[in-house]
């Protein structure tokens, strides 16, 4: 069955880096691409990023152009998030979802559980 | 960056039916924006339940369904049950690549 699972969140300083992984499995993860979205405490949903299924095209919301990157290791079926220069106001749960593959359109089918990221000093 | 509106909160009654929208900042919602509706309850992770405007996952109960009603998104939910209290987002795509999410209807079953 298709699994997400997303790791290395924690407490980080403001200004400071974090980097996030999803490791997923029960789907040919190189066929993908892949999404972001992270949920700030109590609030809603916000789209993050994506990357395509081979890592040649990335796109960002505004709020963390510039800041974040995507990317992924095909060989290791694993997504990252590196995260630069956080805030305050980046602190979230953030979850990794499937997207569309070579041959389906279909989006966001498959969510891992969420990793908490907290910037506070 | 595009906006997209939801009703903050509504209310059904067991059994009654009731329509959720979703609209853009940028003019009417079309099958272009590939409009996907989401439910997610406390201390879980969202679960999609239409995609591309109203199409349905094996998982999505057949009381929900997807439309486009007077240039919005909507979710219809017939036959609403004490389940189905939870909070719905509604995500647009633009351009093919950048995806805005609603803020989010609470749904409340009572």
């Known amino acids: 069955q298709v699994q997400l699972v997303e790791s290395g969140g924690g407490v980080v300083q403001p200004g400071r880096s974090l980097r996030l992984s999803c490791a997923a499995s029960?789907?040919?993860?190189?066929?993908?691409?892949m999404h972001w979205v992270r949920q700030a405490p109590g609030k809603g949903l916000e789209w993050v990023s994506i990357?395509?299924?081979?890592?040649?095209?990335?796109y960002y919301a505004d709020s963390v152009k510039g800041r974040f990157t995507i990317s992924r290791d095909n060989s290791k079926n694993t997504l990252y998030l590196q995260m630069n220069s956080l805030r305050a106001e980046d602190t979230a749960v953030y979850f990794c979802?499937?997207?569309?593959?070579?041959?389906?359109?279909?989006?966001?089918?498959?969510w891992g559980q969420g990793t908490l990221v907290t910037v506070s000093s | 960056q595009a906006v997209v509106t939801q009703e903050p909160s509504l209310t059904v009654s067991p059994g009654g039916t009731v329509t959720l929208t979703c609209g853009s900042s940028t003019g009417a919602v079309t099958s272009g924006h590939y409009p996907y509706w989401f439910q997610q309850k406390p201390g879980q992770a969202p679960r999609t339940l239409i995609y591309?405007?109203?199409n349905k996952h094996s998982w999505t109960p057949a009381r929900f369904s997807g439309s486009l009603l007077g240039g919005k998104a909507a979710l219809t939910l017939s036959g609403a049950q004490p389940e189905d209290e939870a909070e719905y987002y509604c995500l647009l795509s633009y351009s093919g690549a950048l995806w805005v999410f609603g803020g989010g209807t609470k749904l409340t079953v009572l």
């Open positions: 591309d405007t109203s």
């Open positions: 990357i395509s299924y081979d890592g040649s095209n990335e």
């Open positions: 029960g789907f040919i993860f190189s066929n993908y691409a």
């Open positions: 979802a499937r997207g569309s593959s070579k041959y389906a359109t279909v989006n966001f089918d498959y």
